[in-house]
């Protein structure tokens, strides 16, 4: 089975920083790679499949690259909302696997 | 709007069964697949189990393999989960998620509020 390795689990920002948060696959999945978002007490959210297609209403500051094993996503100015964790997740084959997650926090 | 509402998630001890179920409104459920996902704290995110929109392919986790059976009906807007002989290690919130296609992608577009499942003696 393919494993999927995040980095950094939590990480502390400011309103209006620049974020990335890393995902690496344990083999080479293409572009098969989603990323979500979760908010406390709240079901995960796709925000990105195939690596870097924008689902539907999701802002703009949001964007994912790469392919391969090595995948990230970019939140280009952190508003207040986005304080949540982030998870990534293969599509390449079956079992589909999660990353960890990496938690955001305020400074 | 797609909305995804589980129940049949409580308390159950270990050796016993449960069934969840997804009713789904807001789409045309016939035309995707459906999966389970389940979370917890120590282990996060997990696939448990998977149904292309014709129930012609079904998979599972090997976790569950066995023991718990994923089934929808289409006609009733409906996807379940049963679940026998649970373990202790199969307490979760449990998610209904509806994928993006007909078959198994697996790309989770839109998920239930989820149902809690407590396996404890």
């Known amino acids: 089975d393919i494993q999927m390795t995040q980095s950094p689990s939590s990480l502390s920002a400011s309103v209006g920083d620049r974020v990335i948060i890393s995902c690496r696959a344990s083999?080479?999945?293409?572009?098969?790679l989603n990323w979500y978002q979760q908010k406390p007490g709240r079901a995960p959210k796709l925000l990105i499949s195939?690596?870097?297609s924008l689902q539907s209403g999701v802002p703009s500051r949001f964007s994912g690259s790469g392919s391969g094993t090595d995948f990230s996503l970019t939140i280009a100015s952190l508003p207040t909302e986005d304080f949540a964790t982030y998870y990534c997740q293969h599509s390449f084959t079956i079992p589909p696997a999660f990353g960890g997650g990496t938690k955001i926090e305020i400074k | 709007e797609v909305q995804l509402v589980e129940a049949g998630g409580g308390l159950v001890q270990p050796g016993g069964s449960l069934r969840l179920s997804c009713a789904a409104s807001?789409?045309?459920?016939?035309?995707?697949?459906m999966h389970w996902v389940r979370q917890t704290p120590g282990k996060g995110l997990e696939w448990v189990s998977g149904v292309s929109w014709n129930s012609g392919s079904i998979h599972s986790a090997d976790s569950v393999k066995g023991r718990f059976t994923i089934s929808r009906d289409n006609a009733k807007n409906s996807l379940y989960l049963q679940m026998n002989s649970l373990r202790p290690e199969d307490t979760a919130m449990y998610y209904c998620t509806k994928d993006i296609g007909r078959q198994l992608l697996p790309t989770f577009d839109s998920w239930g509020q989820g149902t809690l499942v407590t396996v404890s003696s």
């Open positions: 807001g789409f045309n459920f016939g035309d995707y697949a």
């Open positions: 195939a690596a870097s």
């Open positions: 083999q080479d999945i293409g572009t098969y």
